[in-house]
Protein backbone atom coordinates (compact mmCIF):
# COMPACT_ATOMS: atom_id res chain seq x y z
CA UNK A 1 0.00 0.00 0.00
CA UNK A 2 1.18 3.13 -0.73
CA UNK A 3 2.33 5.56 1.84
CA UNK A 4 0.03 8.42 2.77
CA UNK A 5 0.90 11.64 1.42
CA UNK A 6 0.20 14.40 4.40
CA UNK A 7 0.03 17.98 4.55
CA UNK A 8 0.52 20.30 7.74
CA UNK A 9 -1.39 23.84 8.15
CA UNK A 10 0.65 26.01 10.71
CA UNK A 11 4.21 25.71 11.21
CA UNK A 12 4.42 26.39 15.21
CA UNK A 13 4.77 24.13 17.95
CA UNK A 14 2.16 21.98 17.39
CA UNK A 15 2.70 21.60 13.53
CA UNK A 16 6.12 20.99 14.97
CA UNK A 17 5.08 17.80 16.84
CA UNK A 18 3.21 16.54 14.08
CA UNK A 19 5.99 16.44 12.17
CA UNK A 20 8.24 14.11 14.06
CA UNK A 21 5.28 11.99 14.80
CA UNK A 22 4.53 11.36 10.90
CA UNK A 23 8.67 10.57 10.54
CA UNK A 24 7.65 7.90 13.58
CA UNK A 25 4.30 6.44 11.83
CA UNK A 26 4.56 3.85 9.23
CA UNK A 27 2.11 4.15 6.35
CA UNK A 28 2.33 8.29 6.20
CA UNK A 29 4.69 10.69 4.46
CA UNK A 30 4.93 14.66 4.64
CA UNK A 31 4.42 16.25 1.40
CA UNK A 32 4.39 19.91 2.56
CA UNK A 33 3.74 22.60 4.92
CA UNK A 34 1.10 25.82 4.25
CA UNK A 35 2.00 28.73 6.59
CA UNK A 36 1.17 32.19 6.13
CA UNK A 37 4.38 33.56 7.30
CA UNK A 38 6.67 32.65 4.68
CA UNK A 39 9.88 32.24 6.25
CA UNK A 40 8.35 29.71 8.81
CA UNK A 41 6.93 27.80 6.40
CA UNK A 42 10.37 27.64 4.71
CA UNK A 43 12.23 26.86 8.04
CA UNK A 44 10.11 24.31 8.38
CA UNK A 45 10.35 22.59 5.17
CA UNK A 46 14.01 22.86 5.90
CA UNK A 47 13.85 20.80 9.08
CA UNK A 48 11.33 18.49 8.33
CA UNK A 49 12.34 18.17 4.92
CA UNK A 50 9.16 18.93 2.51
CA UNK A 51 7.79 21.52 0.30
CA UNK A 52 6.90 24.95 1.42
CA UNK A 53 3.06 26.76 0.39
CA UNK A 54 2.00 30.40 1.48
CA UNK A 55 -1.43 28.84 -0.13
CA UNK A 56 -3.65 26.17 1.49
CA UNK A 57 -5.15 26.11 -2.19
CA UNK A 58 -2.23 25.07 -3.82
CA UNK A 59 -2.02 22.03 -1.42
CA UNK A 60 -5.11 20.73 -1.39
CA UNK A 61 -4.93 21.07 -5.17
CA UNK A 62 -2.33 18.32 -5.21
CA UNK A 63 -3.04 14.90 -5.40
CA UNK A 64 -0.09 13.40 -3.60
CA UNK A 65 -1.74 14.90 -0.15
CA UNK A 66 -4.38 12.78 1.53
CA UNK A 67 -4.45 14.64 4.57
CA UNK A 68 -4.13 17.68 6.31
CA UNK A 69 -2.82 17.88 9.86
CA UNK A 70 -4.61 21.31 11.02
CA UNK A 71 -2.26 23.15 13.37
CA UNK A 72 -3.54 26.28 12.92
CA UNK A 73 -4.81 29.35 15.58
CA UNK A 74 -8.61 28.51 16.65
CA UNK A 75 -9.78 31.01 14.71
CA UNK A 76 -8.64 29.41 11.47
CA UNK A 77 -10.10 25.73 12.06
CA UNK A 78 -12.97 25.67 10.74
CA UNK A 79 -12.42 27.28 7.00
CA UNK A 80 -9.19 24.76 7.04
CA UNK A 81 -11.33 21.71 7.92
CA UNK A 82 -14.39 22.63 5.58
CA UNK A 83 -11.90 23.35 2.70
CA UNK A 84 -9.84 20.64 3.27
CA UNK A 85 -13.07 18.31 3.53
CA UNK A 86 -14.52 19.70 0.30
CA UNK A 87 -11.52 18.98 -1.49
CA UNK A 88 -11.92 15.16 -0.54
CA UNK A 89 -8.93 15.16 2.44
CA UNK A 90 -8.85 13.38 5.22
CA UNK A 91 -8.43 15.99 8.41
CA UNK A 92 -6.53 15.33 11.36
CA UNK A 93 -7.51 18.88 13.59
CA UNK A 94 -5.74 20.14 16.45
CA UNK A 95 -8.08 20.77 19.60
CA UNK A 96 -10.18 22.93 20.49
CA UNK A 97 -12.11 22.10 17.26
CA UNK A 98 -13.25 25.38 16.63
CA UNK A 99 -14.20 28.90 18.57
CA UNK A 100 -18.03 28.05 18.15
CA UNK A 101 -20.41 25.43 17.88
CA UNK A 102 -22.00 27.15 14.90
CA UNK A 103 -18.74 26.28 13.13
CA UNK A 104 -18.63 22.78 14.67
CA UNK A 105 -21.67 22.25 13.04
CA UNK A 106 -20.94 23.60 9.85
CA UNK A 107 -16.86 21.43 9.75
CA UNK A 108 -19.19 18.31 10.86
CA UNK A 109 -21.52 19.23 7.80
CA UNK A 110 -18.41 19.74 5.34
CA UNK A 111 -16.67 15.88 6.61
CA UNK A 112 -20.23 14.15 6.96
CA UNK A 113 -20.89 15.39 2.72
CA UNK A 114 -17.56 14.88 1.65
CA UNK A 115 -17.18 11.11 3.94
CA UNK A 116 -13.69 11.94 4.65
CA UNK A 117 -12.50 11.02 7.99
CA UNK A 118 -11.54 13.60 10.82
CA UNK A 119 -9.88 13.41 14.01
CA UNK A 120 -10.14 16.09 16.97
CA UNK A 121 -7.09 16.01 18.72
CA UNK A 122 -7.90 15.86 22.31
CA UNK A 123 -4.34 13.92 22.79
CA UNK A 124 -4.13 13.50 26.14
CA UNK A 125 -6.29 10.56 26.26
CA UNK A 126 -3.24 9.02 23.80
CA UNK A 127 -0.88 8.96 26.98
CA UNK A 128 0.05 6.07 28.76
CA UNK A 129 -0.45 6.75 32.04
CA UNK A 130 -3.89 8.58 31.22
CA UNK A 131 -4.99 5.05 29.50
CA UNK A 132 -3.97 3.30 32.64
CA UNK A 133 -5.66 5.75 35.06
CA UNK A 134 -8.80 5.59 33.42
CA UNK A 135 -8.42 1.28 33.55
CA UNK A 136 -7.84 1.25 36.92
CA UNK A 137 -10.75 3.70 37.92
CA UNK A 138 -13.21 2.04 35.43
CA UNK A 139 -12.24 -1.17 36.98
CA UNK A 140 -13.52 -0.82 40.04
CA UNK A 141 -10.26 -1.51 42.40
CA UNK A 142 -10.46 1.97 44.01
CA UNK A 143 -13.87 1.29 44.62
CA UNK A 144 -16.42 4.18 43.19
CA UNK A 145 -15.21 7.09 41.75
CA UNK A 146 -16.31 10.24 44.33
CA UNK A 147 -14.27 13.34 42.02
CA UNK A 148 -11.27 14.19 40.39
CA UNK A 149 -9.15 17.67 40.85
CA UNK A 150 -7.38 18.59 37.44
CA UNK A 151 -4.33 21.29 38.32
CA UNK A 152 -1.82 22.68 35.63
CA UNK A 153 0.44 25.29 36.37
CA UNK A 154 2.94 26.56 34.05
CA UNK A 155 4.74 29.86 33.09
CA UNK A 156 2.64 31.09 30.26
CA UNK A 157 5.45 32.06 28.28
CA UNK A 158 4.26 35.42 26.64
CA UNK A 159 7.29 35.97 24.97
CA UNK A 160 7.30 32.92 22.56
CA UNK A 161 3.57 33.31 22.27
CA UNK A 162 2.13 34.58 18.90
CA UNK A 163 0.04 37.35 18.74
CA UNK A 164 -3.28 35.27 18.05
CA UNK A 165 -2.67 33.73 21.02
CA UNK A 166 -2.68 36.78 23.52
CA UNK A 167 -6.10 37.54 22.03
CA UNK A 168 -9.30 36.29 22.82
CA UNK A 169 -10.99 36.90 19.73
CA UNK A 170 -8.72 34.65 17.58
CA UNK A 171 -9.33 32.13 19.93
CA UNK A 172 -6.09 32.64 22.72
CA UNK A 173 -5.72 32.04 25.88
CA UNK A 174 -4.82 29.27 28.22
CA UNK A 175 -8.53 28.43 28.80
CA UNK A 176 -9.14 27.24 25.37
CA UNK A 177 -5.51 25.76 24.91
CA UNK A 178 -5.44 24.02 27.86
CA UNK A 179 -8.87 23.64 29.16
CA UNK A 180 -10.18 21.80 26.42
CA UNK A 181 -7.36 19.46 27.34
CA UNK A 182 -8.36 19.36 31.11
CA UNK A 183 -11.95 18.99 30.41
CA UNK A 184 -11.06 16.25 28.24
CA UNK A 185 -8.87 13.90 30.19
CA UNK A 186 -10.74 14.26 33.23
CA UNK A 187 -14.34 13.87 31.54
CA UNK A 188 -12.47 10.44 30.19
CA UNK A 189 -10.92 9.05 32.81
CA UNK A 190 -14.37 9.75 34.83
CA UNK A 191 -16.17 8.18 31.82
CA UNK A 192 -19.08 11.00 30.99
CA UNK A 193 -19.95 14.23 29.88
CA UNK A 194 -20.11 17.19 31.26
CA UNK A 195 -23.81 18.35 32.55
CA UNK A 196 -23.13 21.64 33.92
CA UNK A 197 -20.03 24.19 34.44
CA UNK A 198 -19.35 27.24 36.74
CA UNK A 199 -16.45 29.12 35.91
CA UNK A 200 -13.87 32.10 36.75
CA UNK A 201 -11.19 32.82 33.96
CA UNK A 202 -9.39 35.95 33.77
CA UNK A 203 -6.53 37.61 33.37
CA UNK A 204 -4.60 38.59 36.62
CA UNK A 205 -1.30 37.84 35.36
CA UNK A 206 -1.23 39.81 32.00
CA UNK A 207 -4.20 41.97 31.79
CA UNK A 208 -4.79 40.23 28.39
CA UNK A 209 -7.99 39.73 26.19
CA UNK A 210 -7.31 36.32 26.53
CA UNK A 211 -6.88 34.56 29.88
CA UNK A 212 -4.31 33.49 31.80
CA UNK A 213 -5.79 32.06 34.92
CA UNK A 214 -9.17 30.07 35.08
CA UNK A 215 -11.09 28.06 37.96
CA UNK A 216 -14.20 25.81 37.01
CA UNK A 217 -16.48 23.30 38.99
CA UNK A 218 -17.60 21.05 36.61
CA UNK A 219 -20.81 18.73 37.00
CA UNK A 220 -20.81 15.43 35.01
CA UNK A 221 -24.20 13.47 33.56
CA UNK A 222 -23.71 10.94 35.57
CA UNK A 223 -23.60 12.38 38.54
CA UNK A 224 -19.78 12.61 39.80
CA UNK A 225 -18.09 16.20 39.83
CA UNK A 226 -14.35 17.72 38.78
CA UNK A 227 -12.47 20.91 39.43
CA UNK A 228 -10.38 22.35 36.73
CA UNK A 229 -8.02 25.08 37.89
CA UNK A 230 -5.01 26.28 35.90
CA UNK A 231 -2.57 29.30 35.87
CA UNK A 232 -0.52 30.83 33.62
CA UNK A 233 1.69 32.91 35.89
CA UNK A 234 4.29 35.44 34.57
CA UNK A 235 7.43 34.69 36.30
CA UNK A 236 6.79 33.29 39.60
CA UNK A 237 5.28 29.60 40.15
CA UNK A 238 5.76 25.99 40.32
CA UNK A 239 5.23 23.43 37.67
CA UNK A 240 2.55 20.83 38.44
CA UNK A 241 0.02 19.03 35.89
CA UNK A 242 -1.69 16.40 37.75
CA UNK A 243 -5.40 14.79 37.79
CA UNK A 244 -6.31 13.54 41.53
CA UNK A 245 -9.02 11.43 41.34
CA UNK A 246 -10.94 10.47 44.75
CA UNK A 247 -12.61 7.25 44.81
CA UNK A 248 -14.52 5.53 47.95
CA UNK A 249 -11.95 2.86 49.03
CA UNK A 250 -8.38 4.93 47.70
CA UNK A 251 -7.15 7.73 45.51
CA UNK A 252 -5.27 8.10 42.46
CA UNK A 253 -3.02 10.14 40.89
CA UNK A 254 -1.62 10.98 37.41
CA UNK A 255 0.22 13.13 35.13
CA UNK A 256 0.03 12.64 31.46
CA UNK A 257 3.21 14.78 30.56
CA UNK A 258 5.80 13.13 33.23
CA UNK A 259 3.82 9.40 32.84
CA UNK A 260 3.46 9.70 36.18
CA UNK A 261 0.95 7.20 37.88
CA UNK A 262 0.35 6.21 41.41
CA UNK A 263 -2.36 5.03 43.91
CA UNK A 264 -2.97 5.36 47.37
CA UNK A 265 -1.31 2.54 49.46
CA UNK A 266 -1.44 2.84 53.27
CA UNK A 267 -2.30 6.81 53.35
CA UNK A 268 0.84 7.23 50.86
CA UNK A 269 1.07 7.16 46.89
CA UNK A 270 2.79 4.16 45.79
CA UNK A 271 3.74 4.90 41.76
CA UNK A 272 2.77 2.28 39.09
CA UNK A 273 5.02 1.95 35.92
CA UNK A 274 3.56 2.78 32.68
CA UNK A 275 5.03 2.63 29.24
CA UNK A 276 5.93 6.41 27.83
CA UNK A 277 4.22 6.38 24.59
CA UNK A 278 4.76 9.70 22.33
CA UNK A 279 0.82 10.86 21.94
CA UNK A 280 1.53 12.84 18.97
CA UNK A 281 2.41 9.84 16.98
CA UNK A 282 -0.43 7.09 18.29
CA UNK A 283 -3.16 9.72 17.70
CA UNK A 284 -1.82 9.96 14.13
CA UNK A 285 -1.46 5.99 13.62
CA UNK A 286 -5.31 6.10 15.06
CA UNK A 287 -5.94 8.58 12.04
CA UNK A 288 -4.29 6.51 10.12
CA UNK A 289 -5.66 3.36 10.75
CA UNK A 290 -9.54 4.80 10.55
CA UNK A 291 -8.19 5.82 7.00
CA UNK A 292 -7.36 2.61 6.28
CA UNK A 293 -10.75 0.75 8.07
CA UNK A 294 -8.44 -1.24 10.66
CA UNK A 295 -9.22 0.74 13.50
CA UNK A 296 -11.69 3.62 14.98
CA UNK A 297 -11.28 7.16 15.88
CA UNK A 298 -10.86 6.85 19.73
CA UNK A 299 -11.89 10.66 19.63
CA UNK A 300 -15.55 11.67 17.88
CA UNK A 301 -15.87 14.77 16.74
CA UNK A 302 -19.23 14.95 18.56
CA UNK A 303 -16.99 14.86 21.39
CA UNK A 304 -14.80 17.80 20.00
CA UNK A 305 -17.75 20.08 20.06
CA UNK A 306 -19.12 19.17 23.19
CA UNK A 307 -15.68 20.21 24.29
CA UNK A 308 -16.09 23.47 22.82
CA UNK A 309 -19.81 24.06 23.91
CA UNK A 310 -18.31 23.18 27.26
CA UNK A 311 -15.52 25.98 26.74
CA UNK A 312 -18.14 28.50 25.72
CA UNK A 313 -20.08 27.69 28.52
CA UNK A 314 -17.53 28.36 31.13
CA UNK A 315 -17.09 31.74 29.52
CA UNK A 316 -20.57 32.36 29.84
CA UNK A 317 -20.79 31.30 33.41
CA UNK A 318 -17.71 33.73 34.03
CA UNK A 319 -19.57 37.00 33.01
CA UNK A 320 -22.61 36.45 34.31
CA UNK A 321 -21.59 34.40 37.46
CA UNK A 322 -24.21 31.87 36.85
CA UNK A 323 -23.89 28.27 36.59
CA UNK A 324 -24.81 26.89 32.59
CA UNK A 325 -26.56 24.03 31.21
CA UNK A 326 -24.56 22.04 28.56
CA UNK A 327 -27.39 20.96 25.83
CA UNK A 328 -25.40 18.62 23.65
CA UNK A 329 -25.58 15.02 25.10
CA UNK A 330 -23.20 12.81 22.57
CA UNK A 331 -24.09 9.34 24.38
CA UNK A 332 -27.48 10.21 23.31
CA UNK A 333 -26.66 10.65 19.81
CA UNK A 334 -27.80 14.26 20.18
CA UNK A 335 -24.96 17.42 19.04
CA UNK A 336 -27.77 20.17 19.03
CA UNK A 337 -30.33 21.64 21.03
CA UNK A 338 -32.24 19.23 22.82
CA UNK A 339 -32.19 17.28 19.57
N1 LIG B 1 -2.43 18.85 21.28
C1 LIG B 1 -1.52 19.62 21.86
O1 LIG B 1 -0.85 19.22 22.79
C2 LIG B 1 -1.32 21.02 21.34
C3 LIG B 1 -0.15 21.72 21.68
C4 LIG B 1 -0.01 23.02 21.18
C5 LIG B 1 -0.98 23.58 20.37
N2 LIG B 1 -2.11 22.88 20.07
C6 LIG B 1 -3.16 23.45 19.20
O2 LIG B 1 -2.56 23.65 17.90
C7 LIG B 1 -3.07 24.85 17.31
C8 LIG B 1 -1.90 25.76 17.02
O3 LIG B 1 -1.25 26.11 18.24
P1 LIG B 1 0.31 26.39 18.31
O4 LIG B 1 0.65 26.56 19.73
O5 LIG B 1 1.04 25.39 17.50
O6 LIG B 1 0.35 27.82 17.57
P2 LIG B 1 1.63 28.64 17.15
O7 LIG B 1 1.30 30.05 17.47
O8 LIG B 1 2.87 28.04 17.69
O9 LIG B 1 1.65 28.43 15.56
C9 LIG B 1 0.61 28.85 14.72
C10 LIG B 1 1.13 28.89 13.28
O10 LIG B 1 0.05 29.34 12.44
C11 LIG B 1 0.55 30.33 11.54
N3 LIG B 1 -0.53 31.23 11.15
C12 LIG B 1 -1.09 32.24 11.86
N4 LIG B 1 -2.05 32.84 11.15
C13 LIG B 1 -2.13 32.19 9.99
C14 LIG B 1 -2.95 32.33 8.82
N5 LIG B 1 -3.89 33.30 8.74
N6 LIG B 1 -2.78 31.46 7.81
C15 LIG B 1 -1.82 30.49 7.88
N7 LIG B 1 -0.98 30.34 8.92
C16 LIG B 1 -1.14 31.18 9.96
C17 LIG B 1 1.66 31.04 12.31
O11 LIG B 1 2.58 31.68 11.41
C18 LIG B 1 2.29 29.88 13.09
O12 LIG B 1 3.34 29.29 12.36
C19 LIG B 1 -4.07 25.43 18.31
O13 LIG B 1 -5.36 25.01 17.94
C20 LIG B 1 -3.67 24.80 19.64
O14 LIG B 1 -4.75 24.67 20.53
C21 LIG B 1 -2.27 21.61 20.54
Request: net charge negative; charged share 25%; with cysteine.
Amino acid sequence: MNDLGVAIFGAGRAGNAHARAISQTAGARLIAVFDADAERAAAFAEDHGCQAFTSSDEVLRRDDVALVMVALPNFLHERATVDAASAGKHIFLEKPMADTVEECDRMLDAVGRAGVQLLVAHSQRYFGSTIRAREIVQGGELGQPVFATDTWYKNFGLEGRLPWFLDRATGGGMWLMNGAHMLDRTCWVLDSEVASIRAWIGSPFHQLSADDANLAFVQLRNGLHASIVHAGYRSRGVEKCEVEITCTDGMLIFDSYSNRLAIERDGAYSPIEVQRVDPFTEELKNLVGAINGTETLRVSAAWGRHIVEVLLAAEESSRTGSEVTIKSNVRAGARALGG
